[in-house]
């Protein structure tokens, strides 16, 4: 029964990692030539890693209980470094609500969403550079699952991609929506 969670778990890792590079990308375009359209896509997928992120712990908890007989364990470098990453995207949009609406907002996050973006390599390889409680990536490489747990692996993580893809494609077009409304309230 546990075991069925890693078919979410990982896959759910895996899309706020492909968010988060999206408001890397995102970040980085905005402040090269101030693109209103990559700060939307940067916010919209800050969003949506964060609740992939927030998935990510709270299944990788619901799992650890019963195999590893505890909620949570403040020494492993993964649960510490997920959570850490789960905290600097959620300052990122705290951050965008609190600045000014527009460019500070904008740079202010861009800034951000850059520099966060150095906690997901650190949260991915931290099983291979510390001592973890989580298999090594070598062992948990899907490479390495019978064919038929790959088959469903490849299923659910393909699912979970393209449902990220689509919630981020939907937030785009609300913070298009609402870029719109507040220049109309400008005017």
């Known amino acids: 029964m546990v075991q069925k969670i890693f078919y979410l778990h990982v896959p759910a890792a895996i899309a706020a990692y492909v968010a988060f590079a999206m408001v890397l990308v995102g970040g980085l375009v905005y402040l090269w030539n101030e693109s209103p359209a990559a700060d939307r896509i940067a916010r919209a997928a800050a969003e949506v890693g964060l ?10 908890s619901i799992w650890a ?20 990453l789960w905290m600097i995207y959620a300052g990122y949009l705290l ?49 390495n699952l019978p064919p038929e747990m790959l088959v469903t692996f490849a299923v659910s993580s393909i699912a979970v ?6 919630l981020v494609g939907y937030r785009y077009r609300l913070e298009t929506a609402s870029d719109r409304l507040a220049e109309a309230v400008d005017r």
């Open 65 to 84: 209980k019963p195999i590893w007989g505890t909620w949570w364990v403040w020494w492993d470098p993964r649960l510490v470094a997920t959570l850490v």
């Open 51 to 60: 609740v992939f992120t927030t998935l990510t712990l709270v299944m990788g």
């Open 161 to 166: 991609l393209l449902f990220a893809l689509v």
């Open 95 to 143: 951050m965008r609500r609190i600045a000014t609406p527009g460019r500070q907002a904008a740079r202010f996050g861009a800034v951000v969403g850059i520099i966060g973006f150095i906690d997901v390599p650190i949260t991915h390889f931290s099983v291979t550079w510390w001592r973890t409680i989580h298999p090594p990536l070598e062992t948990a490489a899907p490479a």
